[in-house]
Nanobody, 117 residues
């Protein structure tokens, strides 16, 4: 089992920045990936960014150039630096952990990000 705890959400004005953190604990394997997804009211959960290892990243087109995902393997923590935030970024942001070989997908409880115009 893997437990994920997110932090860093909140209320920010458009153009502002926030940094989300997600700390993983439990049975952390060496071959894994982590990422951030978000779900706005009335919409499906969507990918924001993922990271495998330290350098293999993937971003949704809507956040490219504004958001940066990174991870600290020593702390089993993934970060999402969000800059130039827009009202349409408002959503609950979820951290995801999954293993690359075998099965195992875990989600955090979510953290609310609200961007006011």
């Amino acid at each position: 089992q893997v437990q994920l705890v997110e932090s860093g959400g909140g209320l920010v004005q458009a153009g502002g920045s926030l940094r989300l953190s997600c700390a993983a604990s439990g049975s952390i394997g060496s071959l894994n990936a982590m990422g951030w997804y978000r779900q706005a009211p009335g919409k499906q959960r969507e990918l924001v960014a993922t990271i495998i290892g330290q350098a293999s990243t993937n971003y949704a087109d809507s956040v490219k150039g504004r958001f940066t995902i990174s991870r600290d393997n020593a702390k089993n923590t993934v970060y999402l630096q969000m800059n130039s935030l827009k009202p349409e970024d408002t959503a609950v942001y979820y951290c995801k952990y999954w293993v690359l070989i075998g099965s195992g997908v875990y989600w955090g409880q979510g953290t609310q990000v609200t961007v006011s115009s």
